[in-house]
């Protein structure tokens, strides 16, 4: 997808700040605050540095990943460049998903509980699709610092599917993007995540839902999410966890304890299949 700058002001700004960059005047940190500030299609892309918490952070997050239109993007990356270990990663990532409960609660009276969580070195390149969970459910994935290189992308097909007339979960069985003839129905609606840097932790919030529409009281309107990856030996750490709205006392799919031990530093890194 092309860049787009909000005005021609914006562009100039950019292409300014891009120049400086090459010439080692300013930093890849201060290049992506242009990026956020001029290019419309960053709109997903949100600097923790910018917030005096994650948790500060959660409402822009709900907003562009949880949604129940096609005004928001159904995804959001946090840029956590302010964070230098892996225990604070995942520290903030449940943070996150603590303050993004508390919002969902306010919103609906129920709070999102875990549902899934773990740690793996994942280094397949995976085609688009949808993880297995609740029709409606977050996906929260931390990526650690890697050498490794990846291009990851989204893909709205809920918008698809609306456009088609038909629900989500028949453009699955009808359209699925695993193969040729879904991939090409659901090209135009494909995004790559440009700003998504390797040598940062970052956490990825994805709209993993798979709900038919309506118009009173609306579901959460999912995308599908996959990514290329190079080839490597080096390791690839994912802290891959998701949510679903639970009613009030009901139990979450992931206890206290598992929590706890995500939460350690000698977590273990499951086997990838």
């Known amino acids: 997808m092309e860049e787009k700058f909000k005005s021609d002001a914006f562009e100039a700004i950019h292409s300014a700040a891009s120049g400086m960059k090459k ?13 956020e500030s001029c290019i419309k299609n960053t709109e997903y892309m949100i600097e923790t540095s ?7 952070a ?8 949880c949604r129940t239109d096609f005004s928001a993007p159904g995804f959001a990356l946090l840029r956590q460049s302010h964070i230098k270990d892996s225990l604070q990663h995942r520290k903030e990532l449940v943070e996150l998903k603590d303050a993004l409960s508390d919002i969902h609660q306010n919103k609906s009276g ?7 969580m773990s740690r793996f070195d994942q280094k397949n390149t995976t085609k688009l699709h949808r993880d297995g969970g609740p029709d409606q459910s977050l996906l929260i ?4 610092p890697t050498s490794v290189q990846c291009e990851v ?64 009281n609306p579901h959460w309107r999912g995308v ?40 350690q ?6 086997d990838y299949v």
């Open 23 to 35: 010439i080692g005047i300013i930093t890849k940190e201060s290049t992506h605050q242009f990026d």
């Open 50 to 56: 910018f917030f005096n918490s994650v948790s500060d």
């Open 58 to 65: 959660a409402s822009r997050v709900y907003d562009r990943a």
């Open 110 to 116: 129920n709070k999102l509980g875990w549902f899934t």
């Open 141 to 144: 994935l931390g990526y650690e």
């Open 153 to 216: 992308s989204m893909a709205d097909y809920s918008k698809c599917a609306f456009d088609l007339k038909i629900t989500p979960e028949e453009f699955l069985e009808r359209h699925n993007p695993m193969h040729e003839e879904g991939l090409e129905l659901l090209n135009p609606y494909i995004f790559k995540l440009t700003e998504f840097d390797t040598s940062a932790y970052q956490i990825l919030i994805v709209n993993n839902s798979n709900c038919p529409f309506k118009t009173e």
């Open 224 to 263: 599908l999410h996959g990514a290329v990856i190079e080839s490597s030996s080096a390791p690839r750490i994912i802290n891959s966890t998701s949510v679903c709205p639970v009613n009030p006392g009901d139990e979450e799919g992931v206890s206290p304890e598992r929590i706890e031990e995500f939460l």
């Open 265 to 270: 530093e000698n977590a273990k890194l499951a």
